[in-house]
């Protein structure tokens, strides 16, 4: 096949996701291990008003059309703030200041407020991936120039797409999730082999704390999901939320989780604990998303407190899932240490950054291998904190997994 020269190509930015018809956003989207960069997904946080102008997330679009067909695509959102990134760029916001140079608004790629690996351009297979890159980051350059924005990001990406995008003059910015991978276990009595005594000791009593307080887990996926779950894991999402005031902020709202329920739920697994076999009303819930050999953790609540039950709900119970489904990775979602101790090694991410500014750009370029290597030693550190029987090597990029 001769690929077409680069004026056949149309470039058309797009204000909402709903421009695109969802076929072919999907053809472009579905073989991709991720599943946040579906139509569905993107178009429920821009419908339900979670991404759009008023909350800071303005979606716009880069679309690539070739002959009337959709052959690439970058969700893309132009930010007043740096909230819901998770990757903490606010050291960088206050450089700017000093030097006199606007911060906000930028260009933000990601999947908002999800802090998932993933994130590439979306590319149709027979497509010259380097000629259409080429053309949508002078796009991007162009408008960001246009627009008086101050930097481009693209923030949780896929590892083989970033050495690919670092051709392109974007400078990598090193970071690390806490993320499970399946080391061959057949059961849960495989996955506690690999801690050392002691640990074990102490996930096998956070699990008999469920037992003791009658209360017992149970997974639901697609079909078998109670409509109204979707509802209370809203309520179970936002009161979690509220318990961390500023550091909690609710990203997402009601209307989110229950479009879910018919438009997504082939992709969602609830960990419901319930309080007795017959009961409807779980006490806690936490909600995952799964795709092919992955899951995601996302947001979790209950109604009461209760000893362990956010460990089982949200660690425990999805790793016996995803080894009973053959699940190889599973990425708890964003913060907590405490997941280290319970066989999460931290694990490299990147970003990708672009400034538009002289100054900035020269920053960035000057310093950023010094913060990348403070960072991969803080890796490091922490996986030899990691209380395994013997240590396995944690330290690698994922790249074969995530894409």
């Not at 996930?203 to 209370?232: C, M, N, V, Y």
């Not at 990775?329 to 913060?335: E, I, R, T, V, W």
Request: aromatic share 14%; with cysteine.
């Amino acid at each position: 096949m001769v690929e077409p020269p680069k004026s056949r190509y149309t470039l058309t930015w797009i204000s909402q996701i709903a421009e695109v018809p969802t076929a072919a956003w999907d053809a472009l989207a579905l073989p991709l291990k991720t599943p946040f960069l579906e139509w569905a997904w993107l178009h429920n946080l821009e419908q339900s008003g979670s991404a759009s102008a008023r909350t800071g997330w303005q979606p716009h679009h880069l679309t690539v059309w070739r002959d009337r067909n959709l052959v690439a695509a970058a969700p893309l959102y132009i930010k007043g703030h740096s909230f819901g990134e998770f990757v903490f760029d606010h050291q960088w916001a206050d450089l700017a200041q000093r030097l006199g140079v606007e911060y906000y608004p930028k260009l933000v790629g990601m999947t908002p407020m999800t802090p998932a690996i993933g994130y590439r351009f979306l590319m149709a297979p027979d497509t010259d991936e380097a000629v259409v890159t080429e053309l949508m980051v002078a796009e991007i350059d162009h408008f960001c120039s246009r627009h008086h924005l101050s930097g481009c990001h693209f923030l949780f990406v896929d590892p083989q797409w970033r050495q690919f995008m670092e051709q392109h003059g974007f400078s990598s910015w090193l970071h690390h999730s806490y993320i499970w991978q399946n080391q061959g276990f057949h059961s849960f009595e495989d996955y506690l082999a690999v801690f050392n005594s002691n640990q074990r000791r102490n996930i096998k009593r956070e699990r008999k704390a469920l037992e003791t307080a009658g209360l017992h887990i149970q997974a639901l996926t697609g079909d078998a999901i109670p409509k109204p779950l979707f509802s209370q894991m809203y309520d179970f999402y936002a009161d979690t939320c509220d318990k961390f005031g500023w550091w909690g902020s609710k990203y997402l709202t009601r209307a989110f989780f229950e479009q879910l329920a018919h438009d997504y739920r082939h992709r969602v697994v609830f960990f419901a604990a319930y309080p007795a076999p017959d009961s409807l009303q779980p006490m806690g819930l936490s909600f995952c998303l799964t795709k092919g050999d992955q899951l995601y953790g996302r947001y979790w609540g209950c109604s009461q407190e209760l000893d362990s039950l956010h460990f089982n709900a949200c660690y425990y119970s999805p790793i016996e899932w995803a080894i009973a489904q053959g699940v190889q990775l599973f990425d708890p979602g964003a913060g907590g240490r405490h997941k280290q101790r319970r066989g999460f090694p931290a694990t490299p991410n990147h970003s990708l950054h672009r400034f538009y500014h002289g100054r900035l750009t020269q920053i960035l370029r000057s310093h950023l291998g010094e913060i990348n290597q403070l960072e991969q030693q803080q890796i490091e550190t922490l996986n030899q904190e990691l209380p395994f029987k013997a240590q396995p090597s944690t330290n690698t990029e994922i790249s074969d997994q995530q894409g």
